[in-house]
């Protein structure tokens, strides 16, 4: 394994020939991404399948079409993305060139996760690729296929200076760490979340950390019960509960809690039949440590609903727990297994005062046919993301920003907001060398009059319309001339 | 931890939700309007006295300024607030997609001194706006404006949101164990570094305001005496203390010839013949900044000025010439009214100098040609850019002011301070029926579902047919 420093020292070097920074390279890389995803789809299929026990289909959908998806949206838009930005003027500056350019940031480090390993590593790869950044890749090493499969094939079709993948553990994740990068973009949790950001500001790095959460899911009691649990069932349970923005756990009136089992219960079935076990879209835990770990979870608590577990598969089936105590184990941790406590409280007042009590999650899910209701709970309460009456939909509309906030995270990403992650916004203000006059009144020596210059091109505020920038701008000339004649 | 206290309260009054009303910021922000109008005079003397400030520099600076941002963040705040929708797919075509404008909670404004007011209350008027609660932290170093800060919020803001700590690095770095929402940095680069570590055990997004040496790169073509004038302005404005001054010239030989007379000829225009009698030429602050500026004095040849004071902390505007890049002025941030020439042979040898060193928070480069203004553009990384001038880009609120790598991370200004102190939520709001369009989603999988996934969900090049 090459020293990182190595590594990096030759993305840096790659990066610096200005190789990446044409509009038309950039679209030759995402191209070729693309072309990858299509012709190495069987690949990334069965590389998936053996980390998480996906099926095709499934791996599909939340894979490779996000990613396309992706793809597609920013070569549309890569040349409206990269434009500078013209903005408003003021009086002072009216006969100025004032934009904003959309710059590189120069070598950033995307760290991917294991629990959506393909897609984690390739959505933010196509923002970092399309600002025009060289991107240092480093899979998760816990989904080793996926991490094998990415480091085998990158290199067969993107730039091999500017964009290598790194492979290792916790060693080399460290010692990549101690290197400078222009960003830092890591998904996982916050215990490492806040290690990357300590080695990040070493070199004052800024850093996108999407991290995880226990995201809350309360369920009013006026709603579509049947239609609620079938959306949250199927938040809950895809992926073998391994998705940072499951919904983590239920709150709702003790009313309605056993309905609610009894709905998750009916859908468990249409959705895997009769034995969950032998369903080919059921996934699996991604290894040993983590099974014991969910497993753990379940000790004291009334199973109202599964609880079956077979180590030797890493099987653990959909589980549902009743009158969960909100100082119980399973209530400390972010899950990220397929058991779902309900807890239950008397009122909206209370879910919304116990959501507060916590840390921000990375995303807030809140069932009603109360619109107000809704409204409520997501302006009382903080979180990443949010989508009501349904979960994890928030996820795939990539004009959303998707990040979280608090422990949960810091900044954001999809679509056009990974462009702007991965972009520096350098303001430029270009001047005339000539037209010294208006200059006068900011040189010394200052004197009442200057002053009151000032004030009027400063703070006069004109939102009337083009007649008023027409008078303005003969102001403009009047007031330069004024000043010429007086200060010059 | 002694400012736990004053964390947690400022903690329950954010969860008491009693900053998020509109017109609780409005009141709030033309109290601070209220304050620069009724405290203009306490204002000028104090940073008189602090550091001797002129005061058409503190008036424009510490007050017109601000008054700028107060007054543009009060017209556009309900703009700024409101829920920004976003377009949709065809998935969700039929709910509500937008982004809320959420505050963080509470947050942590550290401010330096060379400009006491305006870099406390710029943020401060952003935090305010977005719904914050706000610790203010001005500098220890700047002794009156820092007592006028102490007590003026505590007549103009309600205290239960709002507080200043008078603290030294010691106390600072206490302050800095208390978990806050987000923290904004004005200062230098070691001390940025310091704050994001402290920053990163709480996981608290930062933006941090910092320095470098900023390069002004002058053309053969170009007219000497407006360079002259605009380049000695930024450099001599505040005596050299200002972030974004110009830091060093970089020019060719002949150029430098040409520049030195004209430079002479501005700096006796703008402060007369003993710029130390000059009311508009301001002074050093504290001993310990004059003494280390005066030994970079021992750089090049001194061509002007060179002289100091101090008593009175005076240092001339000074020009040297023939400067190295291994002399003492070229080592670190100026910061004072001092302005290295360094000759290069050419603009490629002079991009070269500039991007062998650590990005600066703001490039200038002077030519009557714009393709060699905008060739130094492109070619190089900076926070920001003035062509044909200096400091003047950071006026103009629209423009985003901030550094890149050794000169920070974030911007402010106009509406994009509201947006730092803003966590941009994303809510997708659904429909409870047409459960049927759901069904694609749902196990158990299959090829024909996916197929169909596949048409609702994926994002279309324009122009390619998928028919076939």
Same mark, same amino acid.
């Given at each position: ?17 200005? #190789? ?14 693309? #072309? ?258 969910? +497993?753990?979870? +379940? ?76 409204? #409520? ?48 916004? #350098?303001?430029? %203000? ?59 | 931890?002694?400012?736990?206290? @004053? ?17 609780? $910021? ?14 203009? =005079? ?51 075509? +039929? ?40 610790? /203010?932290?001005?500098?220890?170093? &700047? ?42 940095? *004005? ?19 930062? &933006? ?47 150029? =430098? ?25 301001? $002074? ?38 023939? /400067? ?32 062998? $060193? ?37 006026? @103009? ?54 197929? %169909? ?12 047919? *998928?028919?076939?």
């Amino acid at each position: 394994m090459e020293r990182m420093q190595e590594v990096v020292g030759r993305a840096r070097a790659a990066f610096n020939s200005g #190789r990446c920074r044409s509009l038309e390279f950039r679209m030759q890389q995402l191209k070729a991404l693309e #072309r990858m995803v299509q012709e190495k789809e069987e690949e990334i299929l069965a590389a998936i399948k053996a980390d998480l026990h996906k099926v095709g289909h499934n791996a599909y959908s939340h894979e490779i079409l996000g990613v396309l998806g992706e793809l597609a949206l920013a070569m549309d838009k890569l040349p409206s993305w990269a434009a500078p930005q013209p903005v408003k003027k003021n009086l002072l500056t009216m006969r100025d060139e004032a934009y904003i350019c959309l710059e590189p940031l120069g070598v950033v480090l995307i760290i991917g996760a294991w629990n959506y390993p393909f897609v984690l590593i390739m959505q933010p790869l196509i923002g970092a690729i399309a600002a025009g950044n060289a991107v240092v890749v480093k899979p998760s090493e816990i989904s080793e296929n996926t991490a094998r499969m990415v480091a085998d094939l990158l290199p067969q079709y993107l730039d091999r200076e500017l964009y290598p993948v790194v492979t290792g553990g916790v060693p080399e994740t460290t010692e990549l760490l101690t290197q400078r990068f222009d960003h830092i973009l890591y998904t996982g949790n916050s215990t490492v979340g806040k290690i990357v950001m300590a080695a990040a500001a070493k070199h004052l790095t800024p850093v996108t950390l999407e991290l995880g959460g226990k995201s809350p899911c309360y369920i009013d009691k006026d709603c579509d019960l049947a239609v609620a649990c079938r959306r949250i069932t199927w938040g809950k349970y895809m992926n073998c509960g391994q998705t940072c923005i499951a919904p983590d756990y239920i709150i709702c009136d003790p009313s309605i809690q056993s309905k609610v089992v009894e709905n998750i219960k009916a859908t468990l079935q249409e959705f895997y039949g009769e034995d969950v076990k032998s369903s080919p879209d059921y996934e699996r835990i991604i290894n040993k440590h983590h099974f014991r770990r969910v +497993l753990g979870l +379940l000790e004291g608590q009334k199973i109202a609903h599964g609880g079956e577990a077979d180590e030797a598969s890493c099987f653990i089936a959909p589980t549902i727990l009743t009158d969960v105590s909100p100082e119980s184990k399973v209530m400390e941790e972010e899950i990220f297994g397929p058991v779902l406590p309900i807890l239950t409280v008397k009122s909206v007042d209370e879910a919304i005062e116990f959501i507060n009590r916590r840390e921000k999650p990375l995303a807030l899910y809140v069932f009603s046919n109360n619109k107000k209701l809704i409204k #409520r709970v997501i302006s009382e309460t903080s979180s990443g993301g949010v989508t009501g009456n349904d979960v994890i939909m928030h996820f795939f509309l990539s004009t959303l920003p998707f990040g979280g906030v608090g422990n949960s995270g810091m900044g954001a990403y999809h679509g056009k907001h990974s462009f702007e992650t991965f972009s520096h916004r #350098r303001s430029c %203000l270009i001047k005339d060398l000539k037209m010294e006059g208006t200059n006068k009144l900011r040189y010394p020596p200052s004197s009442q009059k200057k002053v009151g210059w000032a004030k009027f091109f400063l703070l006069k505020r004109f939102n009337k319309g083009r007649i008023g920038l027409f008078i303005l701008a003969l102001l403009g000339i009047v007031a330069a001339v004024v000043i010429k004649v007086s200060f010059g | 931890n002694p400012y736990a206290g @004053l964390v947690s309260h400022l903690r329950a009054a954010w969860l008491s939700g009693k900053t998020r009303p509109m017109e609780y $910021r409005v009141a709030q922000l033309e109290a601070l309007g209220r304050f620069l109008d009724e405290k203009k =005079q306490d204002i000028l003397e104090a940073t008189a006295s602090d550091m001797g400030k002129p005061s058409f520099e503190a008036y424009f600076t510490e007050i017109l300024l601000c008054k700028n941002e107060l007054n543009n963040t009060l017209n556009n705040l309900s703009h700024w607030m409101k829920d920004e929708h976003v377009d949709k797919n065809l998935v969700t075509q +039929l709910d509500s997609a937008f982004i809320r404008k959420d505050p963080y909670g509470v947050v942590l404004i550290i401010a330096p001194w060379n400009y006491p007011i305006h870099l406390f209350l710029v943020p401060l008027i952003g935090a305010i706006a977005a719904g914050n609660c706000v610790v /203010v932290k001005p500098s220890e170093t &700047t002794k009156n404006s820092e007592r006028l800060i102490a007590e003026m919020l505590t007549c103009y803001l309600d205290n239960d949101c709002f507080a200043v700590v008078t603290a030294g690095v010691q106390e600072t770095t206490r302050l800095l164990e208390n978990k806050f929402d987000y923290i904004f940095f *004005t200062g230098t680069t070691s001390v940025g570094r310091i704050v994001m570590t402290a920053a990163a055990k709480h996981l608290t997004p930062v &933006t941090l305001e910092l320095g470098g040496k900023n390069p002004c790169y002058v053309s053969d073509t170009c007219d000497v005496q407006n360079v002259a004038r605009r380049v000695a302005w930024g450099r001599f404005f505040n005596a050299g203390q200002t972030c974004i001054a110009p830091d060093y010239v970089l020019c060719s030989v002949e150029m =430098q010839e040409k520049l030195m007379p004209a430079l002479r000829e501005a700096i006796t225009e703008f402060f007369g013949s003993n710029p130390q009698e000059s009311p508009d030429f301001g $002074r050093i602050m504290g001993d310990k900044q004059f003494r280390r500026i005066r030994a970079l004095l021992c750089s090049g040849r001194v061509a002007i000025g060179g002289q100091t004071d101090e008593k009175e902390r005076y240092i001339a505007p000074t020009v040297l010439a023939d /400067v190295l890049p291994s002399d003492p002025a070229m080592q670190e941030e100026i910061f004072g009214p001092i302005l290295p020439i360094v000759v290069v042979a050419n603009m490629d040898e002079a991009i070269d100098f500039i991007n062998a $060193r650590p990005r600066p928070l703001a490039i200038y480069a002077f030519s009557c040609d714009s393709k060699g203004v905008n060739q130094v553009l492109e070619r190089t990384s900076s926070g920001g850019f003035c062509g044909n001038d200096t400091l003047m880009h950071v006026t @103009l609120t629209s423009l985003p002011f901030g550094g890149i790598g050794n000169s920070g991370l974030g911007k402010y200004h106009g509406k994009f301070t509201f947006d730092t102190f803003t966590h941009h939520r994303g809510c997708l709001h659904r429909n409870m029926g047409l459960e049927a369009l759901n069904a694609l989603r749902y196990p158990p999988y299959s090829q024909q579902k996916l197929g %169909l996934l596949t048409a609702t969900f994926e994002i279309k090049r324009k122009g390619m047919c *998928t028919l076939l």
